[in-house]
C-alpha cells in the first residue's frame, strides 16, 4: 500500500495553480488594435457596448450580443473573437474554442486572438497546441505580457522548466510586478526541488498582489508538501478570505486538516468543494481518500460513497465512449497489459511493482506503462527497462488516454492508484481496455462499474468476507503484494529494551491516521506498561507534536512517554528502527509499507484487525509470515498481547533476530510467486471475456513455469 505523506501528494502540476488569465493590458484600457476595430468598424457600437459588457463582468450578455452580430455577418473575425473571451471568462472553455478558431482564421495576424486560443486548449489540456498558439502571439507581439505568462504556465505543465522560467522571466522584464510569473517561477523552483527558492517566489508574488488567492494557495501547497500544516492552513484561510468559492483552496484545506487529524472540520471543507463543483473528480476523491482513514465513518458508509463515485461520473462518460475496439477472443494469445499510475517513481508502489515486472513471462504477458508523473527517477529508469512500451500521459486528458489506450490494443487495464494522487480514474470510466482491473495502490474500491476486478489474496479478503464492499468482483492472488527490501538496508540489532531497561513502541504512520481511538487504544498500552515510551515518527511541524501530545495527556500520558521524530529518508527511517521493540499499527486505515519495513528491521508489528479493507491490510501481511499472534481481535486483546510481550523480553529478543529470515522465506518475498499468480489471474480473467462472461470473484489457481 502506498506510504504518503498525505493526499496532498497530488503533484503541484496539478495543486500549484495560477492567476486567471489576463485578457486586457494591466490599467485594463483597450489595447491600439482594439481601439481601432472600434473606430473603423462598421459594428462601432455594438463592438463598445460589448467591451462595456466584459468590463462590467456581464460575460453571459456580452456573448450573446456578439453570437448575434457572428450570425449577422459571420467574416467578421472580431465577432467571434468576442464570443470566444465571454465563453472564456465563464469558464465553459469547450464552447470557447470554435469561435476563436474561427476568429483565428480570419484575424490571422491578432496577436491577441491567438493569446486567447492558447488559453482555451491549454484549459483542455491541449498543451501542444497551446504551446504553438502563444509562440505565434508572441511572434507577432512580442511585448504582450499576459501572453509570455500564459506560455510560461503552459511550458511548466509540460514539464518543460527551462523553458518556463524563461517565459516567466520575459513577462518579468516587462512587467516587474506581474505577480502570475514569480508563482510560476516557484512552480519550477518546486519542482526542481528548490524549495526555498519556490517559497521565496511565491512570496514575492503575494508582494506585487497581496490579493492574489492563488498565490496564498501555491504557498499553502509548499508548506503542506514539506509538513508545515499550521502554516499551510493558514495559507489556505487567506486564500479562502479572499475567494471564499475557492474550490481547490477549499479541497486543500480538508486535505491538510485531515492530515492533522482534524476529520469533522475536514469534512466541512470537503463537502463546500464539492457543492460549489459537483463535477470535480478531483475533489470527490480527496473526500474518498480522507474518509477512508475516519474512523467514525462505517465500512458499509465508506463503501456507498465510493459507489456515489461512480454513479456521478460514469453516465455522462459513458455516452461519448468512444468505440471499442475489435480484439481478437483469442483465449491464449500474449496479453496487452497496461498499467497507469503516477508513482512510477521513487515511490512503495513502485517498489511493489518493479519486483513482480522482473518476474512476468513477457511470453505471456507485453507490459505497457503509462506514467501519470513527470517526475522521473533512478527507480524510473530501472521500471522503463523491465516493460515493453512506456508512454508519458500527465499532458493528455481522460478522453485523449483512453483513445491512445483503445488505438495500442491494450487488453487488460490495471489501476495502480486508485483515489490516490494523480489517479486517472476517469479514463478507466471511458471503458478503454475490455478487462479492467484495480490493483496495489489503494485498498477500498474505486466505486466504477467499469473497474471489472479487484486484485487481492486470500488473507487479506477471504471469501465472502469483503466482496460486498466493492463494485468490483475480487481476484485472489496466493499473494497480492511483493516485498522488494532495500538492498542497503541497516542490519538487525539486538533488542534495545535489553540493554535501556524499558520497552519502546512506535508508530511510523501518517498523522491523518492517528485519530481519537487510536490514541486512546495506545494510551491504554502506555499506562499498562508505565515505564514504556512510545516514538512517533513522520511529525515534522512542531505545533502538531505539541496537539498530539495534549491529547494523549486527555488521557492520562504525560509528555515524557513521547518522542517525535520528524519525516526522514529511507535510510535514517530504517535506522530509526534500532531503538524501537514494538511498532502499534493504527486502525481503520493500518499500515502496508511501513509494516513491511518494521519486519524487515526485525520489529514486530502489532495490528488491530477490522471490517474494512484497509483495515485488514496489516493483518494480511502478518498472516503470510506466519505472525498471527500478533492480530488482535479486539481492544482489549490488543493492550493483552502488548503486555504480555513486554514482559517477555528474552523471547522478544529471539523473534527479532529471526525476523528478518521469516519474512525473507515468506510468500511476501517471493516475486516470482506474485507475478505467477498475477498471470494466472489476468489469463482467468481473459478466459472469461473472450467466452463472453461476466466478472466474477475467483482464486487465481497456483501455477508454475518449467
Partial sequence: MKRKSSRKAKSSKQRATREPPRLLPVDGKLSGAQEAIVEHSQHTSEISEMWGLFHAGRYAEMGKQAQQLAEQDPQYGDAWRLLGIAWLMLGNYAEALTPLRHASELLTDHAEVWDHLGLTCHHLGEFTTAAACYERCLTLDPHRVPAWNNAADNAWRMSLLEKSEYYARQALALQPDYAGPHVILGNVFRDRGQLD?????YRQALQCNPSFARAHYNLGSLFQECGRYYEALNSYR???????????????????????????????????????????AETYSHWLFALSHDENADPAQVFAAHAAFGQRFEPSLRAIRGPARDHSRDPDKRLNVGFISGDLCRHAVASFVEPVWQELDRRQVAIIAYSNHHLEDDQTARLKSLVDTWTPVFNLSDAALAERIRAEGIDILIDLSGHTSRDRLLTFAHKPAPVQASWIGYPNTTGLTTMDYYLTDRFWAPPGVLDALFTERLARLPCVFAFQPALDAPPVNPLPALTRGHITFASFHRPCKLGERV??????????????????GAMNDTMLRDSFATRFLRYGVSAKQLVFYPQMGLQDYLALHHQVDIVLDAFPFSGGAITYHALWMGVPVLTLTGPSPPHRHCAAILQHIGLNDWIAGSEEAYVDVARQWAANLPHLAMLRASLRAQIEHSEVCRSENVARGLEQALRQMWQRWCAGLPPESFEARRVSHS
Fill in 197 to 201: 527558492q519556490a517559497e521565496t517566489a
Fill in 238 to 280: 487567506q486564500a479562502l478570505t479572499i475567494q471564499p468559492d475557492f474550490v481547490e483552496a477549499h479541497c486543500a484545506c480538508g486535505t491538510v486538516l485531515k492530515d492533522m487529524g482534524h476529520f469533522t472540520e475536514a469534512m466541512h471543507h470537503y463537502q463546500t468543494a464539492l457543492m460549489l463543483n459537483p463535477q470535480l
Fill in 519 to 536: 490514541i486512546a487504544l495506545w494510551s491504554q498500552v502506555l499506562k499498562a506498561i508505565p515505564k514504556a515510551i512510545l516514538l512517533i
